[in-house]
């Protein structure tokens, strides 16, 4: 039996937590918000993102203010998605497995792509 591994992409094979607090932290800024740490972020993060939001904002996060948060923050972690690395280890439990391997993210799948390739990783899934 051939045996499948999926790699999840975000936190895992990328080592973005930085990235994204720091996209939060813009996001939540355009709002009025507070700041978080990434200690905070990893205990309090949950989906659905507009309850995070709301939670850390203190108050409700209509469909429309969801909107405007979420396009702030996907255009922070757009900006500053090249500054980026794998995880240590990434490439090497990457070529080390003798499976077939597929990626799951939850990205834009049209961004997604392209991003693994700039990764050389793309012969791998």
């Avoid at 309090?44 to 507009?50: D, E, L, Y």
Wanted: net charge negative.
């Amino acid at each position: 039996m051939r045996r499948h591994l999926v790699w999840d992409w975000n936190g895992t094979l990328l080592d973005d937590l930085d990235l994204v607090v720091q996209a939060t932290n813009v996001a939540f800024a355009s709002a009025g918000g507070p700041a978080v740490t990434a200690a905070e972020h990893r205990v309090r993060f949950r989906r659905p993102i507009a309850d995070y939001y709301a939670e850390m904002l203190g108050r409700a996060v209509d469909a429309e203010a969801f909107g405007v948060l979420d396009r702030v923050f996907h255009d922070a972690y757009r900006a500053g998605l090249t500054t980026c690395a794998l995880a240590a280890d990434a490439t090497t439990a990457i070529e080390s497995w003798e499976g077939s391997q597929s990626l799951l993210s939850m990205w834009f799948h049209d961004e997604l792509v392209p991003t693994v390739h700039t990764y050389g990783l793309t012969p791998h899934f």
